[in-house]
């Protein structure tokens, strides 16, 4: 692992905005004391800070063909990301709201909330509108994870292999797929954050540009919100900065295994429960028994194919127990319902859990 400075702005500006969001928590914490769980935003707050910190060491080699793809990344989260949400915002400002000066004042923070209240009563009212708002979520939580597998399997299998590129640009197919990982990845939690900073700037009374959230991210988030989450920075953010250190410590086949099983085994056991499950538990409680039992075993084949494909080297047997590790231990904090948000609990645990047995059964 080589130190590079080129990454230095990489660093500063997540760090710096890990402590942006814990502002932020504060206040909300402040204003909204039964609504805000602080604890998740001081975790979130240290994977930002860890985020940072490692983003430099990620890269084994230091030569100039990686500096190059080093630097542009660069370029790339800390230019041009916050470039784009600012021509989206200037955008709104210039040009929608100019059109339309009466849209500021519809476009206000209890008009949002109204409108996903009435979307929330119709999923108490009717379990088909409870399901479709449900798959929304789910799907918005699995589109970190689908296309981080998609950039290895193109840069290692396609970029790399098949079209031979590494012998051009002077990097392997893994350095590539390092750098399209770190640099989507990394830019894409810059994008959230930034709109959330946005969405929540409504804690700032007399200072708030909520009414530059653009209308069709308003839509998205009132399909794919909690409740509680209004009150809280969107979980996409938590699920990658959750992931960052995986991706960094772990083997890529645990990686996606655990990547997959914190976004398909969560969204199976929510969606299969809501569809099909009958008995409660706890009795109070939004789950089900089905779903359950859906989360575990979504998560054991996904474990076990995943790991299959990246982990050759393990028979079939292996395969079983470590995916079974990572599949009870995601059983395990699904019927625990600790506070602490899940996109964070579970690719942490359960990469833990898969890693011990996986280290156990390779050495």
């Known amino acids: 692992m080589v130190y590079n400075f080129i990454n230095l702005p990489i660093t500063i500006f ?30 979130v707050f240290i994977l930002w800070i860890l985020a940072g910190i490692l983003y ?35 955008y709104q400002y210039q040009i929608i709201l100019k059109k339309d000066p009466m849209l500021k004042m519809r476009r206000t923070i209890e008009n949002f909330k109204s409108e996903f209240e009435l979307v929330n009563n119709q999923n108490k009212n ?4 409870h399901f479709s708002t449900d798959l929304h979520r789910k799907s918005f939580h699995l589109i970190p994870a689908i296309v981080i597998i998609l950039l290895w399997f193109f840069a290692v299998e396609v970029w ?3 079209w031979n590129a590494d012998l051009f640009w002077g990097i392997t197919g893994e350095e590539y797929a390092i750098f399209l990982i770190l640099t989507v990845g990394y830019t894409g939690i810059i994008i959230f954050a930034a709109l959330d900073y946005v969405r929540l700037s409504y804690i700032f009374e007399n200072r708030t540009i909520y009414h530059l959230m653009p209308k069709n991210v308003s839509n998205l988030l009132i399909k794919t919100l909690k409740p509680i989450e209004i009150y809280e920075f969107t ?11 995986i991706f960094f410590f772990l083997p ?18 929510s969606i299969f429960g809501i569809r099909f499950g009958r008995i409660h ?14 989360g575990f075993l979504c998560s054991l084949g996904i474990g076990y194919i995943i790991l299959g494909v990246f982990e050759s080297s393990l028979y ?3 395969l079983l127990l470590v995916s079974f590790s990572g599949a009870i231990v995601f059983l395990i904090i699904d019927l625990l319902s600790p506070k602490i948000d899940d996109n964070i609990l579970n690719p942490i645990f359960c990469a833990l859990a898969i890693f011990l047995v996986y280290s156990f059964l390779t050495n």
């Open 235 to 245: 979980k996409p953010v938590a699920l990658i900065v959750s992931l960052v250190p």
């Open 126 to 129: 009717s379990k088909k509108a």
């Open 14 to 43: 997540f760090i710096a905005n890990g402590f942006g969001q814990l502002y932020y928590a504060l206040k909300l914490r402040k204003k909204f004391p039964e609504d805000h769980n602080l604890l998740n935003s001081f975790i």
């Open 160 to 162: 790399d292999n098949l």
């Open 281 to 294: 538990f706890p009795k109070n409680s939004e789950k089900t028994i089905i779903g359950y039992i859906a």
């Open 316 to 318: 079939p047997l292996e």
């Open 252 to 269: 890529f086949g645990i990686f996606a295994a655990v990547a997959l099983i914190a976004s398909i085994g969560d969204g199976a056991a």
């Open 56 to 90: 430099p060491l990620f890269y084994i080699r230091d030569n100039y063909n990686i500096r190059w793809f080093q630097s542009l990344s660069v370029q790339i989260i800390c230019i041009y990301a916050p470039l784009l949400v600012f021509f989206i915002l200037f």
